[in-house]
Structure formats: structure tokens, C-alpha cells
């Protein structure tokens, strides 16, 4: 299914037609920061701090000449509170998965070959190579 609209718009003294198609749709949250001793005190970001927005009376613009500091002062209090970025926390959830399914292959490769010397012996990764080797697959 697709979904199109069309919508108008003025070009100078002439109304201008034209299809418009949704590509797709993100769902994005932000992060709220407060600052102290600022011209302006609150600004968003998305993710890790790259780009910013600053709450100019009611509505959020955009932050140009601002952003390298932003991301600096950003970075640094996360660093020093120790705060976890969901990415970061998505991140250590990906690579557990993987370090779970090595182990889990690692345990069926030296279950069909139990005989080899050091089967289930090291980390997964080493027993993989192991058993990998045995088979005349080398790395």
C-alpha cells in the first residue's frame, strides 16, 4: 500500500501542486537539557549529542554557531555522571547476543567432535578456531 498526498503550495502569485510520498517513519526520541547561565535554557538533542535545537520563546530552532560546545559540555557531563546512552546500552545488549550465540556454537561444534583435544576448554571463539582447524578451516 502506498501512502500519497498531494498537497499546495504558492510560488510567488501561482499555486503549485504536487504528490507527495512518505519514504518512511522514525521514531526518534530526544534528550532535554537544562542549562545554568545561558542566554537560553533549554536545548534538545538527538542521540549523542550532534546535533542541537535551543527553545526560542515557543518554538525549537536550531543550533549553528553553538553545537561543537554543546557537544563538548554534553559528553563531559555524561562522562562524569556516568549517565548510558541508549545506544550505548542497545549497543552492550547486540554484542551480548553475539558473545551468547558464539558460546552456543562453540557448545554444538565440540558436541560433534567431543573426541578433539581441548573441546568445551576457553573461550569461544578459541574452541570455534579449534574446531574449525580440525576440519582443515583455517583462519
Known amino acids: 500500500m502506498s501512502y500519497w498526498a498531494v498537497i499546495s503550495y504558492f510560488r510567488g502569485n501561482a499555486q503549485t501542486f504536487r504528490a507527495m510520498k512518505i519514504k518512511s517513519i522514525t521514531r526518534s526520541d530526544y534528550l532535554s537539557v537544562e542549562m545554568e547561565d545561558s542566554e ?24 549553528y554557531f553553538q553545537e561543537y560546545n554543546l557537544k563538548k559540555l554534553f559528553q563531559d557531563y555524561v562522562s ?23 558460546f552456543k556454537i ?13 573441546s568445551f576448554t576457553g573461550t569461544p571463539s578459541e574452541r570455534i578456531t579449534r574446531q574449525l582447524n580440525s576440519l582443515g578451516i583455517y583462519l
Request: aromatic share 12%; with cysteine.
Open 40 to 63: 537560553y535554557v533549554y536545548y534538545r538533542t538527538y542521540g549523542c549529542g550532534d546535533n542541537w535545537e535551543v527553545l526560542m520563546g515557543e518554538s525549537w530552532e536550531p543550533c
Open 80 to 102: 562524569e555522571n556516568e549517565i548510558v546512552m541508549d545506544e550505548e546500552k542497545e549497543m552492550c545488549q547486540k554484542y551480548q547476543e553475539e558473545v551468547e550465540n558464539c
Open 106 to 118: 562453540a557448545q554444538k561444534l565440540d558436541a560433534l567432535n567431543p573426541d578433539l583435544k581441548g
